[in-house]
């Protein structure tokens, strides 16, 4: 078990943590799955306030304890944590997508037990927010024949919700960067969420990398990088004299579609591509403009809006893992935003008075 407060001795399971709901008229937020904080620090850019966040990465944890320390961030197994009684008035999470076993099953709330979909479905139970978002990768929408997406719809809406889901790209809301998501949405109390409007500007790279400061990163070998540094920006593998193509390709040469992403030099004047926990695996090159070598930490940070004195903890593979796995802040403002627009409707709160709240061990 895992301490909430570096003192098991306020509970024997070792998970109870007490924290004020406070006086601020902010809306309180719980975010699961947090990560390395960027859709925390989006949801804070929008005047939100999140008292309580979880994730079972250590690192992800005590990035988001170094950078905000009065943040409420608990680095713990969601399974062994009960949000009864919690008061909250939203419930965000970016829980791993996960398949279900569809035979012979009603698929219900009780049905998801054992996926961590069933974890955040378990927090709305509990916790009755008025709105929860949970943010997940595009390509749910396609998931088991769009079946898995359909079940959570349903278990979602079962809690008394009314649910919606779009997919957007962080490219419209201010982000370097094409990357989509899918954020499904729920609402009671006769609250109304809508999406946030694409901005009209779109960022490329030269916008948010140019004057970023050295920092650890990956590095080629010499003979990875005799050959990527014959690839042009905008380009990729397609570059390359055809016996380098089936060296560096391999067996990817003879495939089908799907393998522009290798050997990709991004060029100022596009966006990046979606980055993933690895800048420099084959199938997910992002090489640098000018330099033959992936993005650096601070590079991939940079891309994904977070700010220049948020520190990540950890070793460089673990950097590079919680960054790319992250909501990039511009997107998470901008959902931030929506979600403090349906909240502020005239006449739809009562107050928010000093309650005292606690996380506690499930039985």
């Given at each position: 078990m895992y301490s909430m407060l570096g003192n098991r001795q306020t509970n024997i399971n070792g998970f109870t943590n007490y924290f004020s709901m406070g006086e601020s008229k902010k809306h309180k937020v719980i975010e699961l799955f947090a990560g390395a904080g960027g859709l925390a620090i989006g949801l804070e850019n929008a005047g939100l306030d999140t008292v309580f966040l979880n994730d079972n990465d250590k690192?992800?944890?005590?990035?988001?304890?170094?950078?905000?320390?009065?943040?409420?961030?608990?680095?713990?197994?969601?399974?062994?944590?009960?949000?009864?009684?919690?008061?909250?008035?939203?419930?965000?999470?970016?829980?791993?997508?996960?398949?279900?076993?569809?035979?012979?099953?009603?698929?219900?709330?009780?049905?998801?037990?054992?996926?961590?979909?069933?974890?955040?479905?378990?927090?709305?139970?509990e916790v009755q927010p008025k709105i929860f978002v949970a943010e997940n990768v595009a390509n749910l929408e396609r998931h088991d024949k769009g079946k898995t997406l359909k079940v959570m719809l349903d278990v979602l809406t079962d809690l008394g919700y009314d649910v919606q889901y779009k997919v957007l790209n962080a490219l419209d809301y201010g982000t370097a960067q094409k990357r989509k998501r899918i954020f499904i949405v729920g609402t009671k109390d006769g609250l109304e969420f809508t999406y946030p409007e694409p901005v009209k500007e779109k960022k490329v790279l030269k916008d948010v990398l140019k004057g970023v400061s050295d920092s650890e990163g990956y590095s080629y070998t010499a003979r990875r990088k005799e050959i990527l540094s014959r690839v042009k920006p905008g380009g990729s593998w397609t570059d390359l004299p055809i016996e380098m193509q089936k060296e560096y390709m391999g067996q990817s040469f003879y495939s089908g579609g799907g393998r522009r992403g290798m050997a990709r030099r991004i060029s100022w004047?596009?966006?990046?591509?979606?980055?993933?926990?690895?800048?420099?695996?084959?199938?997910?090159?992002?090489?640098?403009?000018?330099?033959?070598?992936?993005?650096?930490?601070?590079?991939?940070?940079?891309?994904?809006?977070?700010?220049?004195?948020w520190e990540f903890v950890g070793g460089t593979a673990s950097k590079y893992r919680q960054i790319g796995n992250a909501v990039p802040v511009s997107l998470a403002t901008a959902i931030g935003n929506a979600i403090a627009a349906s909240l502020n409707q005239e006449n739809k709160l009562q107050p928010q008075t000093k309650t005292e709240v606690s996380v506690k061990a499930k039985n």
């Open positions: 690192d992800c944890v005590a990035t988001l304890k170094k950078n905000k320390p009065k943040w409420n961030a608990v680095h713990g197994d969601i399974r062994e944590l009960s949000f009864d009684g919690i008061e909250a008035d939203v419930v965000t999470g970016g829980f791993p997508c996960q398949s279900f076993s569809h035979a012979g099953k009603r698929l219900g709330f009780e049905d998801t037990r054992g996926t961590l979909f069933f974890e955040f479905a378990r927090c709305v139970k004047d596009e966006p990046c591509l979606t980055l993933t926990t690895s800048p420099h695996q084959k199938q997910t090159d992002r090489i640098h403009p000018e330099e033959t070598r992936p993005f650096t930490v601070r590079e991939y940070a940079r891309i994904q809006d977070f700010p220049d004195k």
